[in-house]
């Protein structure tokens, strides 16, 4: 392959891979929020009101299977540059050049690997119940019925420890990942590129600490 077909590959594989990263991190918004409701201390009543509408709506059902796509593509486009990379350089440097990346941006594939194991954990406990791969528990009445299975998990330290850590490790994944779709489509110019970091880190945070705080409400204060 000449060094202008693997240029213009890598440039294209950027693209996709910040496209799907970008729809996964409208998806984390839209998927915090719903999930915050758990907390509203009614017993499930507004979270169950909110997942029946998602189960009802058409198109909700249509963006689940866009869903699986975007998380597909994401992955396979994500190790095809990871490759790449390690091909084209696969000599450690003696000394480690200098650069603007942060230093955890070296790490993006390890910490997709780790999202990758904890995202299959989220399947088997909830999604994978729902499609009645897996049988009822925690007093749910259909594979709908979320709101006791989160309980029955989230009432398990262990459970809920492995969540927090894994939701960590989300947060430095897409605090990198922010920065990285805008450098892709070259929004990268100086003038903002400052505001984009800064707007990429509170983003990170908010989700590795949105989706935190369910697991430590179920451990500490739920009744």
Do not use: C
């Not at 969540?163 to 922010?178: D, M, P, Q, R, T």
């Not at 892709?184 to 880190?201: C, E, Q, R, V, W």
Request: glycine share 8%.
């Amino acid at each position: 392959m000449s060094k202008k077909g693997f240029s213009l590959t890598s440039l294209s594989h950027k693209y996709v891979m910040a496209a799907a990263g970008a729809f996964l991190m409208l998806f984390l918004v839209s998927h915090l929020a719903t999930n915050l409701l758990l907390l509203a201390g009614d017993g499930g009543e507004l979270f169950d009101q909110a997942v029946e509408f998602l189960l009802t709506n058409p198109a909700i059902k249509i963006m689940e299977y866009v869903l699986f796509a975007g998380f597909i593509i994401h992955i396979i486009v994500g190790v095809i540059l990871e490759l790449h990379n390690r091909r084209s350089r696969p000599v450690g440097y003696h000394v480690a050049p200098k650069s603007g990346t942060s230093t955890f941006s070296k790490f993006m594939i390890h910490t997709g690997i780790i999202i990758f194991i904890f995202l299959l954990l989220h399947l088997y406990h909830f999604f994978f119940v729902k499609l009645g791969w897996m049988p009822l528990y925690g007093g749910a009445e259909s594979g709908h019925d979320f709101y006791p299975m989160v309980v029955y998990q989230f009432r398990n330290p262990v459970i809920s420890i492995i969540y927090i850590i894994s939701f960590v490790f989300l947060g430095f994944h897409l605090k990198h990942a922010f920065q990285s779709a805008f450098q892709s489509f070259g929004l990268n110019h100086d003038k903002y590129m400052p505001a984009i970091k800064l707007f990429g880190t509170l983003y990170a945070i908010i989700i590795a600490v949105g989706f935190s705080i369910i697991p430590l409400y179920f451990m500490f204060l739920y009744k």
